[in-house]
């Protein structure tokens, strides 16, 4: 987790600083067990393969939880998230870097952030855009 981000210190415009992510094929295999998602797509290469995929796939919900821990982390502890959403565009594989970005959309008088936020893949093509909604709390208030 980064550090707190205040209301009052972010501006439209800004950037947030990138977050990598790269999923092992064991991590698939375990996020689909976990999930209790039994689809060959996310495990089995030639199952995947006959789908028309070169490879296993990342799954989106995966990618999603990715999307907000990366939100969450540069809204800081006291940070909240209040909305996210996310469109899966793209095909997303293991073993390659999936980069997190963002921008400041607006910042509202009530400290609440409107970010677009999005994946791309080591190509530089956005997999999954959205926008997210954040509270951060003003210096010297309680969260």
Known sequence: MSAQRFAGDVHPGEELTPMVKNASRAQLFLFSAATNNPHRIHYDREYAATEGHPDVLVH????????????????????????????????????????????????????????????ENDAGEVLMPGSARVHLPRRGTEA
């Open 60 to 119: 989106g919900p995966l990618q999603e939880a990715w999307l907000h821990q990366f939100v969450a982390d540069w809204a800081g502890p006291r940070g909240r998230v209040v909305a996210l959403t996310s469109q899966n565009r793209g095909r997303a594989f293991p073993e390659r870097d999936l980069t997190f970005k963002g921008r400041v959309k607006a910042v509202e008088a009530d400290g609440t952030v409107e970010l677009d936020v999005w994946e």
